[in-house]
């Protein structure tokens, strides 16, 4: 007979502009394949991943969403109860990486304040981008100091980027509790006369 497991669930959206490679982030962590010819995502999409994070059996559920400029509209909804938000740019799109600040900005004007990490992919084709490593990391560092450099094609640090992202997943439920004393009898008396 197999043995059931138990899954902690943690909601992760992934943020940055069209093209930078979200979809295919998510699913080389998730399925291991990357499709050369992906369409663009519309509105958003989500899918699963399972990983392990000191000893905890983790599941991710990745929302990728869309990122053309008329969906930016949409994020204060996807965003909603997210636990971790990854955002995205691309080394080969110097755009995309200045775009991530934007995005922070739309995250938290959703009113969602989740730990954020940033994915630079496409670094297998970094011979000849129009941008450095180092150029990319300094922009990249407005929005967060939890930067990977990644590929989806090759698969560069996907794992490192996931157990990071599933990390600070876990961090977030294991946020100090609040000092609550129980209240006594008397005082709960007290406060239960009605008018």
């Known amino acids: 007979m197999s043995e059931l497991i138990e899954y902690e669930k943690y909601k992760v959206i992934i943020l940055g502009d069209a093209g930078v490679g979200k979809t295919s982030l998510a699913r080389k962590q998730s399925l291991g394949i990357f499709d050369y ?9 989500h899918i ?4 392990k994070v000191e000893d905890h059996n983790i599941e991710l559920m990745l ?3 869309a990122g053309q400029e008329q969906f930016a509209a949409l994020v204060p909804m996807y965003a909603r109860g997210a636990n971790v938000c990854i955002i995205t740019g691309s080394i080969v799109n110097p755009d995309s990486v200045d775009h991530m600040k934007v995005w922070k900005e739309r995250l938290y004007a959703s009113g969602e304040n989740p730990p954020i990490v940033a994915a630079i992919n496409k670094i297998d084709l970094l011979e000849g981008a ?4 180092d150029e990319a990391r300094s ?9 990977f450099f990644v590929s989806a094609r090759t698969g560069d640090s996907v794992d490192q980027l996931f157990q990071a992202v599933a990390a600070a997943a876990l961090q977030t439920q294991k946020a100090p509790e609040k000092n609550l004393q129980p209240v006594s009898e008397e005082v709960q008396k007290e406060n239960s006369r009605c008018c």
């Open 37 to 45: 010819k992906m369409n663009p995502t519309v509105g958003a999409s």
């Open 48 to 51: 699963k991943t399972r990983l």
């Open 130 to 133: 129009p941008l450095t490593m």
């Open 63 to 65: 929302w990728d969403t």
């Open 139 to 147: 922009k990249a560092e407005t929005v967060c100091e939890d930067i």
